[in-house]
Protein backbone atom coordinates (compact mmCIF):
# COMPACT_ATOMS: atom_id res chain seq x y z
CA UNK A 1 0.00 0.00 0.00
CA UNK A 2 1.07 3.13 -0.76
CA UNK A 3 1.70 5.75 1.58
CA UNK A 4 0.21 8.82 0.29
CA UNK A 5 0.49 11.41 2.88
CA UNK A 6 3.96 10.85 3.18
CA UNK A 7 4.10 10.37 -0.81
CA UNK A 8 3.06 13.53 -1.54
CA UNK A 9 4.88 15.85 1.05
CA UNK A 10 7.38 14.22 -0.48
CA UNK A 11 6.75 15.67 -3.81
CA UNK A 12 5.52 19.02 -3.21
CA UNK A 13 9.04 20.50 -3.83
CA UNK A 14 9.97 18.00 -6.65
CA UNK A 15 10.16 18.18 -9.99
CA UNK A 16 8.01 16.63 -12.36
CA UNK A 17 10.55 14.44 -13.89
CA UNK A 18 11.02 13.05 -10.35
CA UNK A 19 7.60 12.27 -9.97
CA UNK A 20 7.26 10.80 -13.66
CA UNK A 21 10.01 8.41 -12.81
CA UNK A 22 8.89 7.25 -9.49
CA UNK A 23 5.75 6.58 -11.43
CA UNK A 24 7.65 4.39 -13.81
CA UNK A 25 9.51 2.74 -11.49
CA UNK A 26 6.46 2.00 -9.11
CA UNK A 27 3.71 1.37 -11.62
CA UNK A 28 5.66 0.00 -14.59
CA UNK A 29 3.81 -1.50 -17.40
CA UNK A 30 1.12 -0.83 -15.62
CA UNK A 31 0.94 2.73 -16.05
CA UNK A 32 -0.84 5.64 -18.51
CA UNK A 33 -0.15 8.68 -19.48
CA UNK A 34 -4.24 10.33 -20.29
CA UNK A 35 -3.69 13.63 -22.32
CA UNK A 36 -5.78 16.18 -24.63
CA UNK A 37 -2.83 17.39 -26.24
CA UNK A 38 -3.23 20.68 -23.31
CA UNK A 39 0.27 22.60 -23.39
CA UNK A 40 1.13 21.02 -19.85
CA UNK A 41 0.22 17.58 -21.67
CA UNK A 42 2.92 18.09 -24.74
CA UNK A 43 5.45 19.00 -21.55
CA UNK A 44 5.00 15.95 -19.51
CA UNK A 45 5.22 13.71 -23.09
CA UNK A 46 8.49 15.63 -23.55
CA UNK A 47 9.82 14.74 -20.28
CA UNK A 48 8.63 11.37 -20.31
CA UNK A 49 10.55 10.59 -23.63
CA UNK A 50 13.68 10.60 -21.13
CA UNK A 51 12.23 8.20 -19.30
CA UNK A 52 9.71 5.65 -20.75
CA UNK A 53 9.31 6.63 -24.38
CA UNK A 54 7.26 3.79 -25.31
CA UNK A 55 4.75 4.53 -22.38
CA UNK A 56 1.03 3.96 -23.49
CA UNK A 57 -0.18 7.24 -24.10
CA UNK A 58 -4.43 7.34 -23.96
CA UNK A 59 -5.91 10.27 -25.56
CA UNK A 60 -10.05 10.92 -25.79
CA UNK A 61 -11.33 11.14 -29.37
CA UNK A 62 -14.91 12.44 -28.78
CA UNK A 63 -15.83 12.91 -32.64
CA UNK A 64 -16.09 16.90 -31.68
CA UNK A 65 -12.11 17.88 -31.45
CA UNK A 66 -10.90 20.98 -33.46
CA UNK A 67 -8.73 20.32 -36.41
CA UNK A 68 -6.07 21.77 -35.06
CA UNK A 69 -6.55 19.55 -32.46
CA UNK A 70 -6.39 16.45 -34.66
CA UNK A 71 -3.52 18.65 -36.47
CA UNK A 72 -1.30 18.84 -33.28
CA UNK A 73 -2.41 15.56 -31.92
CA UNK A 74 -0.88 13.34 -35.23
CA UNK A 75 1.97 15.56 -35.46
CA UNK A 76 3.32 15.24 -32.35
CA UNK A 77 2.76 10.76 -32.63
CA UNK A 78 4.81 11.26 -35.36
CA UNK A 79 7.47 12.95 -34.78
CA UNK A 80 8.02 11.74 -31.18
CA UNK A 81 6.52 7.93 -32.41
CA UNK A 82 4.09 7.93 -29.74
CA UNK A 83 2.67 4.65 -28.53
CA UNK A 84 -0.67 6.59 -28.42
CA UNK A 85 -4.18 4.74 -28.00
CA UNK A 86 -7.55 6.77 -29.37
CA UNK A 87 -9.73 5.99 -26.92
CA UNK A 88 -13.44 6.37 -28.94
CA UNK A 89 -16.77 6.83 -27.46
CA UNK A 90 -19.49 3.78 -28.26
CA UNK A 91 -21.50 6.25 -30.37
CA UNK A 92 -20.24 8.47 -33.23
CA UNK A 93 -22.14 11.72 -33.11
CA UNK A 94 -24.64 10.74 -35.72
CA UNK A 95 -25.44 7.71 -33.34
CA UNK A 96 -25.61 9.36 -30.46
CA UNK A 97 -27.95 12.50 -32.29
CA UNK A 98 -30.08 9.32 -33.43
CA UNK A 99 -30.82 7.87 -29.82
CA UNK A 100 -30.74 11.51 -27.46
CA UNK A 101 -31.38 13.88 -30.31
CA UNK A 102 -29.35 16.37 -31.97
CA UNK A 103 -26.84 18.74 -30.08
CA UNK A 104 -26.72 16.70 -26.71
CA UNK A 105 -24.07 19.07 -25.38
CA UNK A 106 -25.78 22.03 -25.60
CA UNK A 107 -29.40 20.47 -23.54
CA UNK A 108 -27.45 18.17 -21.58
CA UNK A 109 -23.60 18.28 -21.26
CA UNK A 110 -22.63 16.33 -18.34
CA UNK A 111 -24.93 13.83 -20.59
CA UNK A 112 -22.59 14.28 -23.37
CA UNK A 113 -19.03 14.17 -21.72
CA UNK A 114 -20.24 11.20 -19.53
CA UNK A 115 -21.10 8.98 -22.83
CA UNK A 116 -18.53 10.58 -25.03
CA UNK A 117 -15.77 10.87 -22.21
CA UNK A 118 -16.48 9.12 -18.81
CA UNK A 119 -17.87 5.87 -20.29
CA UNK A 120 -14.68 5.35 -22.94
CA UNK A 121 -12.06 6.66 -20.87
CA UNK A 122 -12.87 4.07 -17.62
CA UNK A 123 -12.94 1.25 -20.15
CA UNK A 124 -9.79 2.50 -21.54
CA UNK A 125 -7.75 2.38 -17.70
CA UNK A 126 -9.56 -1.02 -16.79
CA UNK A 127 -6.23 -2.87 -16.23
CA UNK A 128 -4.17 -0.03 -15.46
CA UNK A 129 -2.46 0.59 -11.41
CA UNK A 130 -2.24 3.62 -12.46
CA UNK A 131 -2.13 7.01 -14.58
CA UNK A 132 -1.08 10.18 -15.50
CA UNK A 133 -2.61 13.39 -15.57
CA UNK A 134 -1.89 17.30 -16.66
CA UNK A 135 -4.12 18.64 -13.59
CA UNK A 136 -2.72 21.68 -11.88
CA UNK A 137 -3.92 23.64 -8.85
CA UNK A 138 -3.97 27.20 -10.58
CA UNK A 139 -6.30 25.90 -13.40
CA UNK A 140 -9.84 26.11 -11.42
CA UNK A 141 -11.04 26.73 -8.02
CA UNK A 142 -12.04 22.85 -8.11
CA UNK A 143 -8.70 21.86 -8.50
CA UNK A 144 -7.13 24.29 -6.47
CA UNK A 145 -6.47 21.50 -3.79
CA UNK A 146 -5.34 19.07 -6.24
CA UNK A 147 -2.98 16.29 -4.63
CA UNK A 148 0.50 14.82 -6.48
CA UNK A 149 -0.21 11.41 -5.75
CA UNK A 150 -4.12 10.12 -5.18
CA UNK A 151 -6.16 7.01 -5.19
CA UNK A 152 -8.93 6.86 -8.11
CA UNK A 153 -11.94 5.87 -6.80
CA UNK A 154 -13.72 6.12 -9.89
CA UNK A 155 -11.09 4.55 -11.72
CA UNK A 156 -9.48 2.07 -8.70
CA UNK A 157 -6.51 3.02 -9.50
CA UNK A 158 -3.73 5.55 -8.25
CA UNK A 159 -3.76 9.23 -10.11
CA UNK A 160 -0.11 10.76 -10.42
CA UNK A 161 -0.46 14.84 -11.24
CA UNK A 162 3.15 15.72 -11.31
CA UNK A 163 2.56 19.13 -12.66
CA UNK A 164 -0.05 20.35 -9.24
CA UNK A 165 2.20 22.97 -8.47
CA UNK A 166 3.12 24.47 -11.49
CA UNK A 167 1.34 27.51 -12.85
CA UNK A 168 0.78 28.49 -16.36
CA UNK A 169 3.52 30.97 -17.01
CA UNK A 170 5.69 27.92 -15.86
CA UNK A 171 5.03 25.39 -18.47
CA UNK A 172 4.68 28.18 -21.49
CA UNK A 173 8.31 28.94 -20.10
CA UNK A 174 9.12 25.42 -20.56
CA UNK A 175 7.55 25.28 -24.04
CA UNK A 176 9.20 27.94 -25.33
CA UNK A 177 12.39 26.71 -23.81
CA UNK A 178 12.50 23.45 -25.61
CA UNK A 179 10.61 25.08 -28.81
CA UNK A 180 7.73 22.31 -28.92
CA UNK A 181 4.55 22.48 -30.83
CA UNK A 182 1.32 23.46 -29.20
CA UNK A 183 -2.78 24.02 -30.22
CA UNK A 184 -2.20 27.28 -32.71
CA UNK A 185 -5.84 27.77 -31.08
CA UNK A 186 -4.06 29.05 -27.98
CA UNK A 187 -2.75 32.13 -30.08
CA UNK A 188 -6.36 33.04 -30.37
CA UNK A 189 -6.96 33.02 -26.65
CA UNK A 190 -8.53 29.54 -26.23
CA UNK A 191 -6.94 28.94 -22.97
CA UNK A 192 -8.35 25.14 -22.40
CA UNK A 193 -9.37 23.18 -25.33
CA UNK A 194 -11.64 20.52 -25.20
CA UNK A 195 -14.54 19.97 -28.08
CA UNK A 196 -15.30 22.40 -30.56
CA UNK A 197 -18.92 22.09 -29.69
CA UNK A 198 -18.21 23.43 -26.20
CA UNK A 199 -15.13 25.58 -26.59
CA UNK A 200 -14.69 29.49 -26.69
CA UNK A 201 -12.11 31.87 -26.45
CA UNK A 202 -11.67 33.62 -23.15
CA UNK A 203 -11.34 37.53 -22.66
CA UNK A 204 -8.23 38.77 -20.26
CA UNK A 205 -10.16 38.87 -17.66
CA UNK A 206 -11.23 35.68 -17.29
CA UNK A 207 -10.32 31.90 -16.04
CA UNK A 208 -8.44 29.24 -17.47
CA UNK A 209 -11.36 26.78 -17.82
CA UNK A 210 -13.86 29.70 -18.55
CA UNK A 211 -14.03 29.04 -22.32
CA UNK A 212 -15.21 25.05 -21.33
CA UNK A 213 -19.14 24.60 -21.42
CA UNK A 214 -19.97 28.84 -21.47
CA UNK A 215 -22.93 30.03 -19.77
CA UNK A 216 -23.60 26.37 -17.97
CA UNK A 217 -22.70 25.48 -14.59
CA UNK A 218 -20.15 22.73 -15.84
CA UNK A 219 -16.99 23.12 -14.93
CA UNK A 220 -14.99 19.66 -15.40
CA UNK A 221 -15.85 17.06 -17.91
CA UNK A 222 -16.40 14.23 -15.45
CA UNK A 223 -13.03 12.29 -15.80
CA UNK A 224 -11.57 13.59 -12.37
CA UNK A 225 -14.84 13.17 -10.43
CA UNK A 226 -15.20 10.72 -7.81
CA UNK A 227 -18.54 10.00 -8.27
CA UNK A 228 -21.25 9.00 -10.94
CA UNK A 229 -22.12 12.03 -13.15
Known amino acids: MLDLETLNQRFETASPVEILGWAWETFGKKLAMVTSFQPTGIVAL ?39 IRVCPGQTPAQQAEIYGDDLWLRDPDLCCYLRKVIPLQEALNGYAAWITGLRRDQSEVRRTTPIVSWDLRHENVKVSPFATWTEEMVW ?57
Open 46 to 84: HMLRDIVPDLPVLTIDTGLLFSDTYALMDHITTEWNLNL
Open 173 to 229: AYLRAHQLPYNPLHDQHYASIGCQSCTRAIAPDEGLRAGRWSGTNKAECGIHLQTPR
